[in-house]
């Protein structure tokens, strides 16, 4: 039975109530023939399917903010370890200092006592050639009363010096530690502010440049001008950068604004991108995918062949994304199968012309890939188009990044720029074009933890480190 007043079925306020004559009352089997529709079935079952999907998603989602947020801890236990480091180089250099003026205080006082000493061994060998020169006159008064005079003489003048020497000298030297240094770190509870929702909210405005270094990438025994296609950043902060020219994967300290190491590879590298916090991926036009280990010295690993050549390389969730500078995007699993290649939007027309390099979003399952005369090419996770973004003043996208905030940053090589993105797809503005030093950027990458943004450029031994507000 079905109860009209209560909306349920075998409603037991009306049993209880006895009301078993209610007019509002209606068998289930009448309610079938007169109201349902087989239509209101496939309407449920589609809104349940479409609740699923969107609770998959959201599943998929929570997961990358997991992996984000275990990534963001790593990255804020290293920030620490760093700013010890740095506070260890200051207190290094605080010790030396304090230790030269010891030095220096010792040298002063011990230089005042070998002085007095020598003094000391002068007078007493006067004082031994007086004895001698009044000894040997003896038996002859006119040669003892000359040397009686001149021993008188001396005897005034040493009692003069040996006053002197008699002063008291403190031997000992001390240092006293400033109380306001101790003092100070005795009050800090420790070496800063955890931040959440502050540091990764939502970026809704364009950033701004603050200030620019360069980062002159060139060692010793490069034989060309560097040429790096590809960079990404590793789970410490480091730079690592794929220099084509000279045959290396580069790894730079972007706060120190040095090469710190590199690796020498079989080919001109064109990508690179980390599979882990110890192992890097980087790919050459000769098919090959090269694993490098990124331990405390790089060095090359495993190797895997694919069928096509790779210019971009990406990777995400066991899976590697690369491209071809050509009309596809192939996605790979770890060992070379091929998993899908993604060339046609839904209406089956190319996708790409000149695919280079690859991100991912940090908001939902996007990926991002420059394509050099279509612009940013957006599809989802399935490898379906979504979007296309161009812009008059974005001119063969060469490098793509995203800012974790939300944002997508893509460089333009022959508009000299990089363009801000929102997550609506739109464009938010230039962050830094040619005025600020750029000469047609290959890559780029955004370093979370300082708010730098580092700009690799054709033919150039510098990358441009950007600080951003």
């Not at 004895?131 to 005034?156: C, H, P, R, T, Y």
């Not at 940013?376 to 974005?394: A, W």
Request: a positive charge; glycine letters at 6%; proline letters at 1%.
């Amino acid at each position: 039975m079905y109860c009209g007043n209560h909306d349920e079925v075998g409603c037991t306020t009306c049993m209880a109530l006895n009301h078993r004559s209610c007019a509002d009352v209606q068998s289930i089997p009448d309610i079938v023939s007169s109201k349902f529709q087989t239509t209101d079935v496939d309407k449920i079952h589609q809104k349940l399917q479409d609740l699923k999907m969107m609770m998959a998603k959201t599943m998929n989602i929570r997961q990358r903010l997991i992996e984000d947020l275990k990534k963001s801890k790593t990255e804020a236990v290293m920030a620490i370890k760093d700013f010890r480091k740095e506070m260890e180089t200051i207190l290094e250099q605080l010790e030396k200092e304090s230790i030269k003026e010891l030095e220096m205080k010792f040298i002063e006082v011990e230089s005042k006592l070998l002085e007095e000493r020598k003094k000391a061994e002068t007078e007493s060998e006067r004082l031994k050639q007086a004895v001698n020169d009044l000894k040997k006159s003896e038996g002859n008064k006119a040669q003892q009363f000359v040397s009686m005079k001149m021993s008188l003489k001396k005897i005034a003048k040493m009692e003069d010096v040996s006053r002197s020497l008699q002063t008291s000298v403190d031997a000992n030297i001390s240092f006293s530690f400033d109380p306001a240094i101790l003092g100070f770190l005795q009050q800090l509870k420790s070496f800063g502010s955890v931040q959440h929702d502050s540091a990764r909210s939502p970026r809704t405005t364009v950033y701004s440049v603050k200030e620019i270094e360069n980062l002159n990438i060139r060692v010793q025994n490069d034989k060309y001008t560097c040429r790096v296609f590809g960079s990404c950043l590793t789970v410490d902060g480091s730079l690592l950068l794929a220099d084509h020219n000279n045959n290396k994967i580069k790894r730079a300290d972007i706060v120190k604004m040095s090469v710190t190491d590199y690796c020498s590879v079989p080919a001109g590298p064109y990508g690179v991108w980390c599979t882990s916090k110890n192992e890097a991926a980087v790919c050459f036009h000769n098919t090959i995918i090269q694993f490098v280990s990124i331990g405390k010295q790089m060095t090359t690993t495993r190797q895997i062949k694919l069928n096509h050549c790779c210019h971009g390389i990406a990777y995400k969730d066991d899976k590697l994304y690369i491209t071809d500078n050509g009309g596809s995007l192939y996605i790979h699993d770890m060992t070379g199968n091929i998993l899908q290649t993604v060339t046609q939007d839904n209406a089956g027309q190319n996708l790409f012309s000149n695919s280079r390099t690859v991100a991912f979003s940090d908001v939902d399952d996007k990926v991002f890939v420059a394509s050099w005369d279509k612009g940013l090419v957006i599809i989802n996770g399935q490898g379906k188009h979504c979007q296309t973004f161009t812009d008059s003043e974005l001119k063969a996208a060469s490098g793509v990044c995203t800012d974790h905030r939300g944002n997508v940053l893509i460089t333009g090589y022959s508009s000299n720029n990089v363009i801000q993105i929102g997550r609506d797809g739109k464009k938010m503005g230039v962050v830094t074009n040619s005025s600020h030093g750029l000469k047609r950027p290959l890559s780029l990458c955004f370093d979370t933890q300082h708010s730098k943004l580092t700009i690799t450029l054709e033919n150039s031994d510098v990358v441009k480190i950007i600080l951003l507000q």
